[in-house]
């Protein structure tokens, strides 16, 4: 078994727990990304935790999981139930639902900050011709996380839905039968019956929705570049900047720790709960 | 001989590593190749590279094939990347001498001092630019242009309203408010695709408010960012921005809408780079442009005339690594022609203005290019005497440049105060002084 399963251990030594390593070995080293590395003990970790953009860009990130654990779920599962009870409209929108997945990141991201959030090429700017006083949201501090958030919300949600809709369709069409029968509406059938028989499904989505909340980049480099004012900063944009912009590979890699124990976190109560879910059922 | 699967399987990461391998390579005719790796540059550039450069070199010589990788945005981190893993092209041009400063000192790129003997390079590049490349008394590198923060502005839109070119803070604001209660933007300014717009306005703000004399001991460890002449020039700053001089849209604008607002009237003028002749779009090679340009007005007591400030966009240098040294030092060779520097400047102005007393701007007289011609001109003389500002992106450390762009954001937008924000960089400056990462300053007379 051991040999069978060996390229893929191979692989991941290789490209995850190596690299893994070597950033938490990072972190005690002050080192500007070319020359010799030296060693620094806690000090990254002193001037991280003393740097006010480090906390302000962790508090983006509870604030992003807590959106990203709120919005997009409940938009994909009211989706995904109604997907189930009309077959027919299943296919077309679906696929309408899931497009924005298969849009790269960077053309999403283009997209809305050009053509819809843009006081001069964008909806705002027509809305603003047209007598409404709307300002750029991504040139706000205050609101910048969140028109990200939406960005990535509508790239997301069409994908969580159809992950719903098949955890959904593999719920018995008796037991929906039967609850219909004994008078169920549409919300008694949503709470007694689909999101029981999805719950494993959505937990791993909540769980990996953490995970990922934990490690968010793309979107944000590329619309707001974590700004203005830091307004939209997260712990990887806040590395990367260390990492490339400021020569400080080792307070970057002390950030990208910091990421990394939020991630491990969730990814232990997964572990817990599947050991608890394979001890009730044997 | 036969192979066996074990065999063949093993053998593809050898060959496949081995066709990757670029170190000596040689052309099928022999020449040996000398690679390149170009950051950002627009169609216009691309084909200036391909045709005043890349074929222009390889047609001009039979010894040395160049090849260009054109790498985009994020052509420094790659090439920080690349020379750790000792992978990287044999010319190595980074964004200017603030990026320099840690591969020079990490040992990455050769010591020129051999190919500056042999090419004369140090009699024939201006010394402050040259200077800003000198590590330890070696020459690391080579300033691939000269470039100035200046005063952009529409003088059709000037002369329509009566407006004459400012010489002081005091003529600049009224201009501004005139411009504001017409509802003309003052400044056409937007960062929205390149958050370094943050620094080319501070460049003007540190130097034309607190004069480049106190610029220069801040950059020497004589005088503190804290200082007076630096919290009046964030302040300016700040005032600016919250009267909406720089208009509403500041983080919602590109470089190239904001300049165009220029362009088209609706803003009077901009404060922008030498590099902004390079683009087409704005049409300032007509000969009917509306645009007019000028060195930076005074805006402090501590600046007696108009400025300009000293920057080096690029530098050139070879790679610890290569082995084709020879190749890139006559790269850099063929640079410096007559023939070069025309064709690249009339084809990509702005971009490869080489700082060089044989190549005199006069020689740019027949492009047909005036404001760009004019421009060099004066930045060849200014440079030639020694009057000059300091850029942030050629002579702040990276740490402490990083937070300079960042940071004011959070000033003008009220979230910090300037004197919070100049403490900050006080603390990264001492610290990135203190080893050793900020570039050098060249000495203040030519």
Known sequence: MWLFALPALLINVCIILVPAVLTFTAAFFIWDGVGTPVWAGLTNFQNMVADPVFWSALTNNFIWTAIFLTVPVCLALVMAAALLMAPKARIVVQSIIFLPRIIAVAVTGRIFQGMIFSPATGIVAWLNEHGFSISDPLADPDRSLYAVAAVDIWH??????????????????????????????????????????????????????????????????????????????????????????EGDVGHAAAAACVMSLFGLCATAVYLRLQITDDAQST | MTMTRRQLVAAIPTAALAANLPRGARAEDGRKVVTFWFGQANSDGQAALRNDLVEAFNASQDKYLLQMEVKGAAVNNLLKVALVAGNGP????????????????????LPLDDFAEKYKWKDRFLAPLLNTSVYGGKLYALPRDYESMHLFYNKELFKQNGWKLPSNRQEMEQIADAAIAKGIIPFGAGNADWKGVNEWLMTVFFNNVAGPDNVRKALSGELPWTAPPFVEAVELSKAWYNKGYFGKNYFSLTIEQSFLQVVNGKAAMALSGTWSFGTKSYGMSKPDTVMDVAPTPSLGSAVSGPLVHLACGATLSIAKTSQNAEGAAAVFEFMLTRKFYEAMNRD???????????LPPEMLSGIGYPLFEKTIANLHEAFSKGQYGFTTWTFWPGATNSYLIEGIEQVWLNKITPDAYLTRLQTLFSQEAKEGKVPPLPPRTA
């Open chain 2, 348 to 358: 990509w102005p702005g971009k490869w203005a080489l700082p060089v007393k044989d």
């Open chain 2, 90 to 109: 044999d010319i190595v041009q980074t964004a200017g001498p603030a990026y320099l400063t840690a591969i020079a000192n990490a040992g990455q790129v």
């Open chain 1, 156 to 245: 997301w949600w069409g994908f969580l839905a159809v992950v719903f809709l098949a955890a959904m369709r593999q719920i018995s069409v008796d037991q929906i039968e039967a609850a219909r029968l004994d008078g169920a509406g549409f919300f008694a059938l949503f709470r007694y019956v689909l999101l029981p028989g999805i719950s494993p499904t959505l937990t791993l989505m909540l769980i990996l929705t953490v995970i990922w909340s934990f490690q968010v980049f793309e979107f944000i480099f590329i619309v707001t570049r974590g700004g203005p004012a830091y307004g939209s900063e997260v712990l990887a944009t806040f590395a990367y900047r260390h990492a490339f912009f």
